[in-house]
């Protein structure tokens, strides 16, 4: 297989670049299962962006550094939100049906989120994701120069430490090429060997690290394990979003209650099994913001409630809502919870924090580089800088569609290379697995100890015990990697170990509690805020600093 551009990932950042792309490169489009099972369609509340003439790309980055705890990049962020309603105009131009409002400035219905200083957010009803990651599908699949391998699991990259396949100058941190990648069929278990002028990672977040979280099962940390093992730099992964209200029901699995519950009035209760408490409010006595504070204050202040008082959730109740209004801006949410028993227009919804959305990542600038030439990395599974220590509810979705549009420009503006002659994947020195159970074992075990030991709130003590574990599993699934032939439960879990390790490291090296991080041991904020950085050369050290970008190239 030989393309101009091969995308690992199938969410909206993928989709993005290669729409961006298509009219004139021929790209391929990688992804471990069917194209819409990634977060993307998941996700519910909306886009961030100025879409009103009452607001300003000067409010929306105060609001974004603000809930970014002071670690956000400044000019990195600028840029991405200087070209959100470009963004949004091309997603309009191509057929998403938002939800309309004939009032507002720009004809669709804007809603508030939780740190937002204004009504910025577009939406197709509660379900945004879905909507637009169905629009572009269409496109995806009927466009000439675009080639689909669904149920194909990447497994890692392939490169070259020779320079005569670069147009660009190496830099002293990273003198080597990406040329492509290995892909395993899953249906058939062939592994094929993709050679490609450009590879784009897109494979969102690591959230299957943890025992709960409202990602899908496709979040396993897969593009950032791939781009550490080949050599690139990855920062802030200790920055875990845990989003504060996932629906807490045994047959609902993952399932999100938006940010924007809140954001129209929803209010977080003590449930019945409070006792004299139950039905009341305990936001205000956690911040001035009340119920839209920002996601790790919201998420901690869950967390405290019910270890103090023992619970298992807590209630958001919205139920002061007419049915009318229930039915038109949270269809998905009212219909799913009514299917179990719950009528929100009436009662609470039970709910808990779960892992949700990964703010650090790939080192990148805003072009997607990484520091390995030829390869780019964009959405969740990046770090460009604009989530800081917590990520401002919405601005994913418009980091993967301006990022995802500029990696597809500086794509395009590229020399074209000669390709060299790639080897192929070599499987003589191994044998099929005897005993499948022990991925099945190591896979529960890392989630649940991730759970414990490394959730909202850590210690010292807790994260080097983490550690400890980690190191021990790695070595285990190491020697399997070996020995064994690959599944792609053997990948994912090979990859969960790795972006495991790079949270915990990170975690360690941060002395202070900050945005999402919070620890026992460092509970005050450091006056400088500076990002973490992890360097595959120095693997188990991580540094805080300021000049992590100087390194970038492609």
């Given at each position: 297989?030989?393309?101009d ?32 099972e ?18 300003s ?47 507002a ?17 577009i ?28 149920d ?6 392939i ?13 002293e ?39 709960y ?30 989003h ?37 409010r ?5 911040d ?6 920002p996601?790790?204050?919201v998420?901690?202040?869950?967390d ?27 269809p ?23 892992a949700h ?30 989530h ?18 500029a ?25 099929d ?11 529960d075990?890392?989630?649940r ?5 490394v ?100």
């Amino acid at each position: 297989m030989n393309y101009d551009v091969a995308i690992i990932g199938s969410g909206l950042a993928g989709y993005t670049v290669a729409l961006h792309l298509a009219k004139t490169q021929q790209v391929a489009i990688f992804t471990k299962r069917a194209l819409l099972e990634g977060s993307s369609s998941w996700a519910q509340g909306g886009i961030a962006a100025v879409l009103d003439s009452n607001d300003s790309v000067e409010q929306h980055l105060s609001d974004t550094v603000i809930a970014g705890a002071g670690l956000c990049d400044e000019v990195a962020s600028r840029t991405i939100l200087q070209n959100g309603r470009a963004a949004i105009e091309w997603l309009i131009a191509t057929g998403v049906p938002f939800t309309q409002d004939d009032q507002a400035e720009l004809g669709y219905h804007l809603t508030r989120e939780g740190g937002h200083s204004q009504r910025r957010i577009i939406h197709a009803a509660d379900a945004t994701g879905h909507a637009v990651q169905v629009t572009l599908e269409q496109q995806i699949r009927r466009h000439p120069n675009i080639t689909l391998f669904e149920d194909h699991y990447a497994i890692d990259l392939i490169r070259s430490s020779k320079s005569n396949m670069t147009a660009t100058t190496s830099t002293e941190h990273s003198p080597l090429r990406c040329l492509g990648l290995y892909a395993q069929d899953v249906r058939t278990g062939t592994v094929h060997t993709v050679a490609a002028q450009h590879t784009v990672l897109a494979t969102g977040g690591v959230g299957k690290v943890y025992l709960y979280t409202t990602n899908p099962d496709t979040a396993t940390g897969d593009g950032i394990a791939m781009a550490w093992r080949a050599g690139c730099r990855i920062a802030n992964m200790e920055f875990i979003q845990f989003h504060p209200t996932c629906l807490y029901h045994p047959y609902a699995k993952s399932f999100l209650i938006s940010e924007a519950v809140r954001g129209e009035g929803g209010l977080l209760k003590l449930p019945v099994e409070a006792g004299a408490a139950a039905g009341q409010r305990f936001m205000p006595g956690h911040d001035d913001r009340e119920e839209l504070a920002p996601r790790d204050i919201v998420a901690r202040a869950i967390d405290f409630e019910m270890k103090k008082r023992g619970l298992d959730h807590v209630d958001l109740d919205i139920s002061h809502k007419t049915p009318e209004f229930l039915k038109e801006h949270f269809p998905t949410i009212y219909a799913r919870c009514l299917e179990l028993g719950i009528d929100i227009s009436r009662q609470p919804i039970p709910v808990v924090p779960a892992a949700h959305y990964t703010c650090g990542g790939i080192i990148t600038d805003v072009n997607g580089r990484t520091d390995l030439a030829g390869l780019y990395a964009v959405g969740e599974t990046s770090y460009t800088g604009l989530h800081g220590a917590n990520r401002l509810a919405s601005n994913s979705l418009l980091e993967c569609l301006v990022t995802g549009k500029a990696v597809a420009e500086h794509i395009t503006g590229q020399e074209k290379l000669k390709s060299p002659r790639l080897p192929a994947w070599d499987e003589s020195r191994v044998t099929d697995a005897d005993e499948e159970v022990v991925i099945a074992h190591n896979w529960d075990e890392l989630r649940r100890f991730m759970w414990d030991y490394v959730g909202i709130v850590r210690t010292t003590k807790r994260l080097e015990r983490a550690q400890h574990r980690i190191r021990l599993l790695k070595e285990e699934i190491d020697e399997y990697y070996a020995n064994f032939r690959i599944t792609n439960h053997l990948l994912e879990l090979r990859n969960l170990v790795d972006v495991a390790s790079l949270i915990v490291n990170s975690a360690l090296s941060r002395h202070e509690s900050r945005g999402l991080h919070f620890s026992r041991d460092f509970p005050t904020t450091l006056p400088k805020a500076l990002p973490t950085v992890l360097d595959p050369q120095v693997p188990n050290k991580a540094k805080n600093s300021e000049t992590y970008r100087s390194n970038s190239s492609s």
